[in-house]
DNA sequence: CAAAATACGTAACATACGATACAGCGCTCC
DNA sequence: GGAGCGCTGTATCGTATGTTACGTATTTTG
């Protein structure tokens, strides 16, 4: 049973053509508040014409535009009246399965953050922003793309972010760049990689400070870190999630943004004035 | 400080005459609805004329009606977007501020997935599952790392998944192995990067079916794409979060996973065994 | 109690909005 | 490769909507 226009929208958006599909992403990306607007707004928020725009509420069943935006009203009073139930999407409880996987996952990000001190967090940010030494990051099988994701950004603030790709010989020569002022960033879950271990000790030697984001079982690598971020990550899913690692990476990403920014970093001004 | 149109009101219906006062009343009643009608409706449902409405708004201080309206939506919006904490101030620095980033982002993931439809992942899951043709995957500056993620795991539970890695021209030239039966999954998010909109275009071009992750103001590819995906990227920091983007895409894997073993695939049990 | 001022509604007006006809284009299917 | 169909945008039209002018009613004040 359809009750909802946005519902409505999913079922029938596979029969669009696509000027109206187009009008029917930017309506759900924006619900419901475009569809409110005049048809000359909600077209030219779409990229389409008004024409497909009325085509495309025609095509829902409504004889005309008002009517349309009527319903939408409707609709918004009903929610407005209970704010308790304010799903948009009734998740079906059988095959779905999405909303449970939503769920725990905002209970890993919830509790991954109860685990984590704010002093931990801003020792962390007071090491990677008072840079004078190099900072370099890998990951593991499938946590390097977070190493990259958090490579891309820290490399834009500050000098001398590297992040460590392709074979383990490659990364290993690397070693020889690296000393007690420089920080090495290590994403190591379940399973554990072996290479990257015997790469963290090794590094932890030569008197490189680790920072170690990984799962709440911790890697092996937790004996050699600095500092360990502990995420939880486990999911109603075949695989483990890494999302909690990844919120607390964009966290640091904008904590040491910030702390550049309050230390006056002649790049920061500089970055500013090249955009 | 005056914030909502229902403060105004309730701060100036003192001063107002009796028509106005019933005005302002059937508006507080039930707010914001009826504003967002027609004058004449509105009126119909004071019990007053359309030019005393037109008198009310004057007196709250709108130009005209249509401004009067805007505003009670753009109120609107911002409720609708989350409920709590989106007016914060984003400078105190250092670590302190690790909550309201974490209440954001947990923000954005619920609204996230409050404008997705089971259905509408659902027909992403079905097209990446059954797979007689290749998945590319490609992502912008910020957003590759998610491509990478994706592809990490999606290459394990199935041939013939490939990262476009590197300079454009070479992916550009990957498309002369794309076709009707196959899938490009794309992230762009502000800004928008036009080699990832050209890419998108050609590959449309040649049929390929397009799955687009972007942020909720949709990236232009959105006009190419057979699947959007909008997240929530709002966060109290310098950059844009690609959180909610990164938790969709573990859903996807999961739900992906979860296909494939429904459908007994064989390549499935071949892993377990491998393990 | 009278006169003035304010408030309100009726009716005419202009504009901006939604609706429609039509032509160009690309796509699919013979 | 050609014919047909379907989708989309441009331009035009009618109308519903917001707006304003004006006259009447109501309240206020001396």
Redesign the pocket.
């Known amino acids: 049973m359809i009750s909802s226009i946005a519902e409505l929208i999913s079922d029938r958006i596979g029969t669009m053509?696509?000027?109206?599909?187009r009008a029917a992403q930017t309506l759900i990306a924006n619900y419901p508040l475009i569809g409110l607007k005049?048809?000359?707004e909600f077209s030219a928020a779409a990229?389409?014409?008004?024409?497909?725009i009325?085509?495309f509420?025609a095509r829902l069943g409504f004889?005309?535009?008002?009517e349309f935006q009527s319903a939408l009203q409707d609709e918004l009073a009903a929610q407005l009246q209970s704010p308790a139930s304010r799903t948009l999407n009734p998740s079906s409880p059988g095959g779905g399965a999405v909303s449970p996987m939503l769920e725990a996952t905002l209970d890993n990000m919830r509790e991954t953050f109860r685990h984590l001190s704010d002093k931990q967090l801003a020792d962390i940010v007071a090491k990677l922003a008072d840079r004078r030494g190099k900072t370099f990051l890998i990951g593991g099988r499938f946590t390097d793309p977070l190493a990259r994701y958090m490579a891309a950004h820290l490399a834009i603030i500050q000098p001398n972010v590297f992040h460590l790709a392709g074979q383990e010989s490659i990364w290993r020569d690397r070693l020889i760049d690296m000393g007690k002022r420089d920080v090495l960033i290590i994403f190591d879950i379940r399973r554990y990689q072996d290479s990257l271990v015997r790469f963290a000790e090794t590094a932890h030697q030569r008197g490189v400070q680790i920072v170690l984001f990984t799962d709440q079982w911790l890697s092996p690598i937790a004996r050699f870190a600095r500092h360990v971020i502990a995420g939880r990550t486990a999911v109603p899913s075949a695989w483990d999630s890494s999302a909690a690692l990844f919120v607390v990476a964009e966290t640091l990403i904008g904590a040491v943004t910030r702390q550049l920014e309050a230390d006056g970093a002649k790049r920061i001004r500089e970055l500013e004035s090249l955009r």
Request: charged letters at 15%.
């Open positions: 053509p696509a000027g109206e599909r005049t048809v000359a990229g389409v014409s008004s024409p497909t009325l085509r509420v004889q005309n535009y008002p």
